[in-house]
Structure formats: C-alpha cells, structure tokens
C-alpha cells in the first residue's frame, strides 16, 4: 500500500513563503512520478508541476512560474513544494499525488496540507 | 489549456438509482486521456477511471467510464450509500493538465 503522508495546516500573512513536504514509503520512491495539485475554494483544482524519477522538475509555467519552487530528497523519500510571495488567492489544500507510469494521472495522493494565506 | 465542463453540477438521486455524469473538452482528444476522480468530505480525491473507460485498480464495476473527443461520461449502475460526492474529470491530453468543476451527487 502506498502512503504519501504531508506535512501539516499552515497560516501564512501575504507576501510570506510556505513549504509543504510529502513523505513516500513502501514503494521505490525514485521510480515514479510526483506531482503537486492544489485545490481552491471556487477554483477548482490547479496543476501545479512535476517531479520526475530523474528528479528534472518541471512547473506549469504560466501561472506559477517564478513563485514555486519544487525539490527532492531522495534519502528521505520526501518531495517538497515551496510557493513565495503568498497571495490571498493562494489560500488552497496542496496534494501530493503520484503518477503511474509518467501518464499525468494520479493513482495515489497524500491527504492534503491546508495552506491559509491572511493578514 | 483545455476547459472541462462538467454537467450537472449536482445530481439528486436515490441509492440503488443509475448516475450518468458527462464531462465535455473545449477541444477535441487524439486519444481518450481522460481520467475520473471521486472526492468525499475532507478526503483526498480517488482515482476511479483512466484511459476514459479503464477501471483503477480496485473500483467496483458498478464505476464505468465511456466517450471520445470531447464527449466523456461516468456512469453508475446502482448508487450505494458510499457513492454520495463529488467527481471530477480530469486531462492529460493537453499540458497544462487540467479537472472539471466537479459534480456533485447527492441523497435525494
């Protein structure tokens, strides 16, 4: 059984930085793909980049380029998404999700780190 | 980046009762890379169908998925108790890959 477990709730005030971790287990962690998605209240979910089992990142470029930051650390089995300059409109739960395969779906997804960005 | 739009956006329903969920494209699929998701309150969305009418592993038959270009439906054949939330689509056709707005299905 796969476990994506992240990190937890944050507050954050407007233009400060926030980093949410992802801890993978019980499958080889640098076989498969690891995306970030956010879920916003009245927008929906947003596809926010990917890490490859390479560990290339790749960062949907139009909205978030220049603001989130990906990385990984293969000795702990953790993935990381860091976003800067928090807006309001960046109030979201972040997943973590994996990729079977490279295909851009997700099969598995950690439970959701709620960020809140307020003054 | 491809639109999804997802009708209804809320189904009202009894259990034992047929879904039918459609998720139309704003552009036409070379291939059915269209996945379903279901979400329940406060969870993490489950992946339900990939391919747009391949069962994930351990999904019910009671969850099939149907459609091609820009025409996609879920359906459910007989609503169990547990069926009750929201389901979303989602494509990996086009980058950035992009969900639908959900639709709800609820206890009528």
């Known amino acids: 059984q796969v476990h994506l477990v992240q990190s937890g709730a944050e507050v954050k005030k407007p233009g400060a930085s926030v980093k949410v971790s992802c801890k993978a287990s019980?499958?080889?962690?640098?076989?498969?793909?690891l995306h970030w998605v956010r879920q916003a209240p009245g927008r929906g979910f947003e596809w926010m980049g990917i890490?490859?089992?390479?560990?290339?990142?790749?960062i949907h470029a139009q909205k978030f380029q220049g603001r989130v930051t990906m990385s990984r650390d293969t000795s702990t089995s953790t993935v990381y998404v860091e976003v800067s300059s928090l807006r309001s409109d960046d109030t979201a739960v972040y997943y973590c999700?994996?990729?079977?395969?490279?295909?851009?779906?997700?099969?598995?997804w950690g439970q959701g780190t709620l960020v809140t960005v307020s003054s | 980046e491809t639109v999804l739009t997802q009708s209804p956006g809320t189904l009202s329903l009894s259990p034992g009762e047929r879904a039918t969920l459609s998720c139309r494209a704003s552009q036409s699929f070379s291939s059915s890379y269209l996945a379903w998701y279901q979400q329940r309150p406060g969870q993490a969305p489950r992946l339900l169908i990939y391919?747009?009418?391949s069962r994930a592993t351990g999904i019910p038959d009671r969850f099939s998925g149907s459609g091609s270009g820009t025409d996609f439906t879920l359906t459910i054949s007989r609503l169990e108790p547990e069926d009750f939330a929201v389901y979303y689509c989602?494509?990996?056709?086009?980058?950035?890959?992009?969900f639908g707005q959900g639709t709800k299905v609820e206890i009528k």
């Open positions: 019980e499958y080889t962690f640098t076989t498969y793909y």
């Open positions: 890490i490859y089992p390479s560990g290339e990142i790749r």
């Open positions: 999700a994996r990729d079977l395969g490279g295909w851009n779906f997700f099969d598995y």
């Open positions: 989602q494509q990996y056709e086009s980058s950035p890959w992009t």
């Open positions: 391919g747009a009418s």
